[in-house]
């Protein structure tokens, strides 16, 4: 007998159980989560689920790995489209916070909820955040003086903004994501360009739909 | 007069430090969720019963193993900042002694900065409570330097924030930088904005 087909990333995204499975996960934490109620809430049944899925563990990593992957092309391209650092980071910053506010869920789920199911979930959410801190690097190139920039500059800074809405996802508190943006960018810039630069990202205005999300 | 016989409570907390000292590393290398009980049983070479006599289940061992940890980076920041009244000096001094720790010791690490994460709400809370404390230290540094309060106000909680998330990802890896490349690396990215390059160039280099 063959495996059951795996749905494309993409497409499971549109489908009831990527939002009933994130939900239920949110609700009961991982380990009280039940494939019974995932099927609940998506209106499927178990046959459906069985035939498609090896079981709770598969299906979660099948939907981290889908959000994931839009997650980076949407912010991957966002930051392809600005020609200089720190614009190109900038751009990436504010797609970032836009996916962010239209997946709470999804964000929930990438920054805490997952940090409960196994070591390989995490590595692959770690994957991404080493991803996101390479293009705080791209300033290594506009840096005036590159080779005095320690290799863990981007990581602190990909850090300052991933522990940051843990901490406060975790405690059940929104993060406002739009309106740190700017200490963000402070944050990123300043080990590569200074400080005077790293101000003037504070003084910066959100984009239009960030400034009223 | 010769030695006393230790008292029941007194065997227990022998024996309770004794099994702590011992499934440290086995929370460390296997991971709070891939731990059993089981393991903690042969690695700590005690019996079923015994060990819920002295835990309530896998978390509060965790939690002990935790607690051991985080009060034994607490004292040796306090040993190595002893005496120190310089807020620079202290500062400098106690991230040192922290990451010295940490480095000395990775399981002890593994269990604060990521197992902890994923051990329960009580362990997260304490984990949290420790990085609270250590943004509340960081801005005491804003009082002797005038300068530093034109840093955000968010300056304090990204840059703990940064630290945890990077001591994570070291400890996730397969390289680990010494503990000379982390202090010097992180004390200029958390130190040098409040107390200024040169300050901190007369800190490292003393």
Redesign the interface.
């Given at each position: 007998m063959s495996p059951p087909a795996r749905p494309k990333a993409e497409s499971l995204l549109a489908e009831p159980i990527a939002d009933a499975v994130l939900a239920t996960i949110h609700e009961y934490g991982y380990a009280e989560a039940s494939v019974g109620e995932f099927v609940r809430r998506a209106g499927m049944t178990r046959t459906e689920f069985d035939a498609r899925f090896s079981g709770k563990r598969e299906v979660t990593a099948l939907i981290l790995e889908a959000h994931l992957d839009r997650f980076q092309e949407r912010v991957g391209r966002a930051y392809a489209i600005a020609d200089d650092w720190p614009d190109n980071l900038r751009a990436a910053a504010y797609e970032t916070a836009r996916c962010i506010l239209e997946n709470p869920d999804a964000t929930w789920f990438l920054m805490v909820g997952v940090?409960?199911?196994?070591?390989m979930l995490?590595?692959r959410r770690?994957q991404f955040?080493?991803w996101g801190a390479e293009l705080i690097d791209g300033g290594r190139a506009a840096a005036p003086d590159p080779a005095a920039i320690?290799?863990?500059?981007s990581?602190?800074?990909?850090?300052?903004?991933?522990?940051?809405i843990?901490?406060r996802r975790?405690?059940g508190v929104e993060h406002d994501v739009a309106r740190?943006l700017p200490?963000?960018m402070?944050?990123a810039v300043?080990?590569y360009l200074g400080?005077e630069a790293a101000r003037a990202e504070?003084t910066i205005e959100l984009p239009p739909d960030l400034r009223s999300s | 007069m010769g030695e006393r016989a230790m008292t029941r409570a007194e065997l227990a907390s022998h024996q309770r430090d004794r099994v702590i000292a011992k499934v440290t590393p086995v929370f460390a290398k296997r991971g709070y969720l891939a731990t059993t009980v089981d393991d903690l049983l042969a690695t700590g070479k005690i019996g079923v019963g015994n060990f819920y006599s002295l835990f309530d289940g896998k978390e509060d061992c965790f939690l002990a193993c935790f607690d051991r940890v985080s009060v034994e980076a607490q004292e040796r920041i306090e040993s190595a900042t002893e005496g120190v009244t310089d807020w620079d000096r202290r500062a400098y001094l106690g991230l040192a002694a922290m990451l010295e720790y940490f480095c000395a010791d990775p399981s002890a690490a593994r269990i604060v900065m990521v197992e902890a994460q994923c051990a329960g709400s009580e362990a997260t809370a304490r984990y949290n409570a420790i990085l609270d404390r250590a943004v509340a230290w960081l801005s005491d540094g804003r009082q002797g330097h005038p300068e530093a309060a034109e840093l955000p106000p968010s300056f304090e909680q990204a840059s703990v924030s940064g630290l945890a998330f990077y001591l994570q990802q070291c400890l996730l890896a397969a390289r680990r930088p010494s503990a000379a490349e982390l202090i010097s690396e992180t004390s200029g990215l958390l130190l040098e904005p409040i107390i200024g390059s040169d300050r901190l160039g007369r800190l490292t280099h003393r």
């Open positions: 940090l409960e199911v196994d070591d995490r590595a770690d955040f080493v320690p290799d863990s500059a990581l602190l800074a990909i850090g300052a903004i991933v522990e940051t843990r901490r975790a405690a740190n200490k963000f402070y944050t300043r080990p400080e504070l | -």
